[in-house]
């Protein structure tokens, strides 16, 4: 039996004005929630799953109640947002093991998990940190490691180019020696300061090769899309009960749309029960779910909350449009 930590505490800021309605990790694309490619990816032996949420809980909850995969989940509750160190200690109690996986729960990526764990049962160390290698690092915090994996540093997002190199990918095996590490109660980055303070105990990195990416902006969500279609080898996914019209390109579509004639949706996600009006052109866009675009609309670069109807004639460009209450 092994265990695995879901750190899903946050906001979703960056997925906003999605998530002002919708936990980010329940934002769906290609048949399932973001929580539901995690969970679906995750090895047999992972029999229990912790979940440490913040916001919007009771609809993780109730996700993790639909399932019936055999694992047990336990969903933990955060009074205030404590950082991803303050959360991984707040579940404390709930660990069984003498060891367990971390996912960040935006996360997607195509590393097997128990190699992780098991590079860290061999090694005997504090922690191993998945390591992928991007070909930008400026947007992420570099971890630089000798050839056996031991991690020298930590190095936060760099000001200048610094061209292909290995980033934290988010993923973790921890032994529970760490919780001695965290503060209780306290909001704690696990990667700020944690992380750097364990290094001299032995920390290590495990590189891995295939595809990851973090989802927590709708321009990578549109990329994650772009990965999965391609991993699943078609073209466009259209889920149950879509009544399609139109004309599709590179787009995931969810269950229960309409799409009227003359329409084209092109490299966008479409969440379930949306409406899109006949001759609508939507490119590039992320819309939640039950979203009513009306006939002979313009959407491009945009980002719409779920349930916003919108009326008459729209043409929008870079917009973000949140539901009126």
């Not at 265990?3 to 919708?22: D, K, M, W």
Request: hydrophobic share 40%; glycine share 10%.
């Amino acid at each position: 039996m092994s265990e695995a930590i879901v750190l899903a505490g946050g906001f979703g800021t960056r997925l906003r004005p999605i998530t002002y309605s919708l936990h980010k990790l329940l934002v769906e694309l290609a048949g399932k929630p973001l929580l539901g490619h995690l969970l679906d990816s995750l090895p047999e032996e992972v029999t229990r799953v912790i979940l440490a949420v913040h916001y919007l809980k009771d609809s993780i909850q109730e996700y993790v109640n639909s399932r019936d995969d055999g694992r047990e989940y336990v969903v933990v509750e955060e009074d205030k947002p404590l950082g991803t160190g303050g959360a991984i200690k707040n579940v404390e109690r709930y660990v069984e093991g003498d060891d367990f996986l971390v996912f960040n729960g935006d996360i997607l990526s195509s590393l097997n998990p128990l190699n992780v764990l098991q590079e860290r049962r061999k090694k005997d160390a504090i922690g191993v940190i998945a390591a992928y290698k991007v070909s930008d690092a400026t947007q992420y915090g570099l971890v630089k490691f000798e050839e056996n994996g031991r991690i020298l540093e930590f190095i936060e997002k760099p000001k200048e180019y610094v061209g292909p190199a290995y980033i934290n990918a988010g993923i973790y095996a921890l032994s529970k020696n760490i919780f001695d590490f965290i503060e209780s109660g306290k909001e704690v980055s696990i990667e700020k300061e944690v992380f750097p303070e364990v290094i001299k105990y032995g920390l290590y990195a495990y590189p891995f090769e295939g595809y990851w990416i973090d989802c927590g902006t709708p321009g990578r969500l549109l990329q994650a899309k772009d990965i999965l279609l391609k991993v699943m080898g078609i073209e466009n996914y259209v889920g149950k009960g879509v009544k399609c019209d139109g004309a599709l390109i590179n787009s995931s579509i969810e269950d229960h749309c309409t799409i009227e004639k003359g329409t084209v949706i092109e490299d966008s996600i479409l969440m379930h029960g949306c409406f899109v009006g006949e001759g609508s052109v939507i490119k590039r866009s992320v819309l939640g779910p039950n979203v009513y675009v009306p006939p002979g609309s313009i959407i491009i670069n945009s980002v719409i909350e779920g349930g916003v109807k919108l009326k008459g004639r729209v043409d929008l460009n870079g917009a973000k449009v949140r539901r009126r209450e």
